[in-house]
Structures are given as structure tokens and as C-alpha cells.
């Protein structure tokens, strides 16, 4: 059985629809396919089954999507003010959704880990863009942040599908359950942020810049959880994520050294660079998105840590401005948002401030020249 196909057997109508309307996963496509041929034969078994879930999944999105925009848009304007407002579904290890309600906002903890954690990380990320940013929730209309956990038996991987968070439990052999790792939480439900605002399509340098914000705010939620500076935080994403002990590896991604995260006999390498001149042109994971956005993530670290202090503050609020900005579009690629990061700083603290000057050589010392 194939483990993937190539951009010749899918129309470019269909790719479209891929790229447009994606199921947002914290797993690179690659490393699930480096399982599939390097794992036991169970792995390698449900490997290749998840691979061809996420692909049956991607169709029923984009099928659903216009139905869905209409819902979600009477749900926000009901909720129009400020509030928290959190939903947890358990699909009892069924690939089923939603599954069933276990936790409504405000309810105490359940004794379920998966679940409570499930509830607290959606709530530390809605913290982070209220009381930073102003947001109100992901469509910054106030819309119920929705998360299902024990999808799937056995399930490695977590997703953002357009409407709600999922989460698998994992396999206890290489993965812990995917609600572990705030920044995994966080990192999908940004997605949500960048499909409400930017609307980037996943794909190409798009993609990889769509997957490298999500990671962004997703080390930033977790360091405004820790109160950790730039300088303190570990810049991982997926910490806490594999078995301890079954894998050579600390985290599915480094912002700090990319490239470095993890380099095992059944899950290969991470092959993230983090300069330029290592992009990596390739057809598969939808031109690289996963790989590639190790340039723009590492852009981002070295823009905070030149900055200083908490990296929520100033760098964060300067990405943040960039992802809003009118002039970013579906298709930008690196360049576009490095300009407009250099022009939201100059906007926010001055054409001649330091946070201006630290943008800029960040984005020069990955090979991209604003």
C-alpha cells in the first residue's frame, strides 16, 4: 500500500480544496510515513490506517466547510461578549465526533487527565490572546473553543479540523496522549486564529508559515502560562510528548536549533533547517509545511531573545500585528511577513527603535533580506 500520493494522481481542483481547508496536525505527515516503514508490525499497521484517515478526514472538511462557516457565525454573534466559554467531548476511544460532553465551562475537574487538561490549555491559550492581544477567541467574536479528547483507539496525533480541537491518546509505546504538551494545544487552536484572519493556505511557503505562527504562539502560551522570559523558555514544541525512554528525542520541533529536536531509528530525523538555504523543495507533508517552518520559527526566536524580557510582550505582539495586517494574503510567502513584521515593529516602537533593528536582523541572519 502506498503511503502517499504523489501531486500527479491528485487534480489541481482537489489541491485547492487541500491547501484551503486543511486538518491542521502537530504530526508531520513524514514522520508518521518513517513509522510505516521502520516500526512493528502493529505500528506500521496503524501508521499507515492514520495516514489514510487524515486523507478521508481533509475531504469531509472541505465538504462541510461552507455549512459550517454559517453555524460558527450565529454561535459568535450569540456570543458576542467577552467571555470564556469552553466545551470538552470524549469520543471514547471511537474515531467518532464530537463525542460526548464531559466538561462545560465551569465545571470543577473530572478526574479524567486527558479531559481537564484538554480544559485548562484551551483556557491558558484564550488567556494569552485576551489579556495580550484583546482577542476574543479564535474568530475574535467570541466563539466556544470545543475540544474532543480519546479520539480514535490508539490514536498518534492531535488536529485542528476547522471547528474544534482532537485529540488521540496515543500509543504508550513511542506517544503519550497528544493533551500533555500545552504548546501542542495551543499551537492548533492558533490555527483557528490564522484561518479567521489570514486565511493562509497550507501549502508551500504558506503552509510552512502557517505552521510556523501556530508554533510561535504556541511556545508563547506556554511560557505566559510559566512566566518564563525569552531567555528562560525552552522553545520547544511537543515537549513531553514521546514515551520517556522509547524515542531519541526531546520534542517534535526546536525554535532555538532547529533541526535538532529529535533524531531516531523508527522515526527518523528532524529535518526542519533554519536558514534559507536549506529550504527544502519537496511535493510531500503539502510542499514541506512542516519542514520549512523551521526558517520563519527560528526567525521568531532570535527576534525575542534579541528583544528580551517576556517574548509575549513585544516580539509576540509585533507577529501578532503582522498576522493581522490586511496586506497578508492567503498565498504570502516568508518575505511578505518578514516585511510586515519589520513595518509592525516600526509602527509599534519606531522606525530607528531596537525592536525594529532585532526584527530585521533576524530575519537576514535566516537568509531573508527585508
Not at 508490525?41 to 475531504?59: E, G, N, T, V, Y
Not at 491558558?124 to 479564535?138: F, I, K, P, V
Not at 531567555?231 to 525554535?255: C, H, K, M, T, Y
Amino acid at each position: 500500500m502506498a503511503l502517499s500520493r504523489g501531486l500527479s494522481d491528485i487534480s489541481l481542483s482537489k489541491l485547492a480544496g487541500m491547501a484551503r481547508l486543511p486538518i491542521c496536525c502537530v504530526l508531520p505527515p513524514r514522520l508518521l510515513q518513517f513509522l510505516a516503514l521502520r516500526g512493528t508490525d502493529p505500528q506500521r499497521k496503524r501508521a499507515i490506517f492514520l495516514l489514510d484517515l487524515m486523507q478521508s478526514m481533509r475531504l469531509t472538511r472541505a465538504a462541510r466547510a461552507r455549512r459550517r462557516v454559517r453555524r460558527l457565525r450565529r454561535i459568535s454573534a450569540a456570543l458576542g461578549m467577552v467571555t470564556k466559554n469552553r466545551t470538552i467531548y470524549d469520543a471514547k476511544n471511537e474515531f467518532r465526533l464530537p463525542g460526548e460532553i464531559v466538561i462545560r465551562e465551569g465545571d470543577g475537574p473530572t478526574g479524567d487527565r486527558e479531559a481537564d487538561e484538554a480544559y485548562d490549555f484551551l483556557g491558558a491559550t484564550w488567556d494569552l490572546y485576551h489579556e495580550q492581544y484583546g482577542r476574543n477567541s479564535l474568530d475574535d467574536r467570541g466563539m466556544t473553543l470545543r475540544a474532543t479528547v480519546h479520539f480514535g483507539a490508539e490514536y498518534d496525533n492531535a488536529f485542528w479540523d476547522g471547528s474544534r480541537m482532537v485529540f488521540g491518546d496515543g500509543d504508550n509505546e513511542l506517544f503519550e496522549p497528544f493533551t500533555r504538551s500545552i504548546d501542542v494545544v495551543a499551537h492548533e487552536l492558533t490555527h483557528g486564529v490564522i484561518e479567521h484572519d489570514a486565511g493562509l493556505i497550507y501549502f508551500g511557503q504558506a503552509g510552512a508559515l502557517n505552521e510556523s505562527i501556530a508554533d510561535v504562539f504556541g511556545s508563547l502560551v506556554k511560557q505566559y502560562r510559566n512566566n518564563e522570559t525569552a531567555a528562560a523558555a525552552d522553545w520547544l514544541i511537543g515537549e513531553g510528548l514521546f514515551v520517556p525512554g522509547a524515542v531519541n528525542g526531546v520534542a517534535l520541533r526546536s525554535l532555538k536549533d532547529p533541526g535538532s529536536a529529535y533524531n531516531d531509528p523508527v522515526l527518523g530525523d528532524d529535518d526542519q533547517p533554519s536558514h534559507m538555504s536549506d529550504y527544502k523543495r519537496t511535493l510531500s507533508d503539502n510542499g514541506g509545511v512542516h519542514t520549512n517552518s523551521g526558517i520563519p520559527n527560528h526567525a521568531f526566536y532570535l527576534a525575542a531573545t534579541a528583544i528580551g524580557g517576556y517574548a509575549w510582550e513585544r516580539a509576540g505582539l509585533i507577529w501578532y500585528e503582522a498576522l493581522r495586517d490586511r496586506a497578508l494574503r492567503p498565498t504570502s510567502g516568508f518575505l511578505r511577513f518578514a516585511r510586515l513584521t519589520v513595518l509592525a515593529a516600526a509602527r509599534l516602537y519606531g522606525p530607528a527603535s531596537m525592536e525594529r533593528d532585532a526584527v530585521r536582523s533576524a530575519w537576514n541572519d535566516v537568509g531573508i533580506a527585508v
